[in-house]
């Protein structure tokens, strides 16, 4: 089976595949998030993906001790690659938002002084139940 086709228990409500959770962080750390992705049982539950403080978080249960040491590995090599580009790069500290980047992308700060807008975490919403939520005009 192909990584991309491997689909993981999402918050309990779905699944999720490989492309669900990259979009969760800037397109440099598609490989980190491939590193963890591989690693993860069917029966794993993804609890949340997101950038915290510059640096990659994967929050995840129903996982043994291996997982956590590819995870714990993975999110500390978060810190030394651009979460723009995917090159080397080190936490800047002195932006409003710290990110993790390279040499060209913190230059270009004035881009980055807010998290870049395509960079912002998607909100994961379960679809089904905002829908139920929904009123119907006139009640
Ligand atoms: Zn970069």
Redesign the pocket.
């Known amino acids: 089976m192909k990584l991309t086709d491997k689909a993981i228990n999402w918050q309990g409500k779905r699944t999720w595949t490989l492309d669900d959770a990259k979009s969760l962080v800037g397109p440099?750390w598609g490989k980190l998030i491939e590193k963890i992705w591989v690693s993860l049982p069917k029966d794993a539950l993804i609890e949340q993906v997101k950038e915290k403080y510059g640096t990659l978080r994967f929050y995840v249960s129903s996982v043994g001790q291996d997982v956590w040491d590819v995870i714990d590995a993975v999110e500390r090599e978060s810190g030394t690659i651009?979460e723009?580009?995917g090159?080397p790069?080190k936490t800047r500290y002195d932006m409003s938002w710290y990110m993790t980047?390279?040499e060209?992308?913190y230059h270009n700060t004035h881009e980055y002084q807010n998290r870049p807008v395509s960079l912002a975490p998607k909100a994961v919403t379960n679809t089904d139940a905002g829908q139920s939520n929904t009123k119907k005009e006139g009640e």
């Open positions: 440099g651009c723009v580009c090159e790069g980047l390279c060209s992308h």
